[in-house]
């Protein structure tokens, strides 16, 4: 089991940056798939960013692809989120998740394939 905690969230203006942190309890940090979701009032949890257990393979979604980048550290048990030109439309509660899925073939990117959530954290960009 794991728990995540985020942290990094707040008020920025249209074409400014944001960096999300999400710390993992556990010893088995590196055998999870990692990803970040977002989820704006009155829509589903949406896909963001994910990376695979060695990190060395990042996806993103296309709305967020060359403006966002997904990191993590197996040692430090921790995955980041850097948010760069950030615009209204990225407005939404961010949430760092854990999915035990995933393969050399298969990277998760729904929502039901992770298995733990951090409690959120909000992210506002003013126009």
């Known amino acids: 089991q794991v728990q995540l905690v985020e942290s990094g969230g707040g008020l920025v203006q249209a074409g400014g940056s944001l960096r999300l942190s999400c710390a993992a309890s556990?010893?088995?940090?590196?055998?999870?798939?990692m990803g970040w979701f977002r989820q704006a009032p009155g829509k589903e949890r949406e896909f963001v960013a994910v990376a695979k257990r060695s990190g060395g393979s990042t996806y993103y979604s296309d709305s967020v692809k060359g403006r966002f980048t997904i990191s993590r550290d197996n040692v430090k048990n921790t995955v980041d989120l850097q948010m760069n030109s950030l615009q209204p439309g990225d407005t939404a509660v961010y949430y760092c998740a854990a999915s035990q899925r995933g393969s050399s073939i298969y990277t998760p990117m729904g929502y039901k394939e992770y298995d733990y959530w951090g409690q959120g954290t909000q992210v506002t960009v003013s126009s």
């Open positions: 556990g010893r088995t940090f590196s055998s999870y798939t």
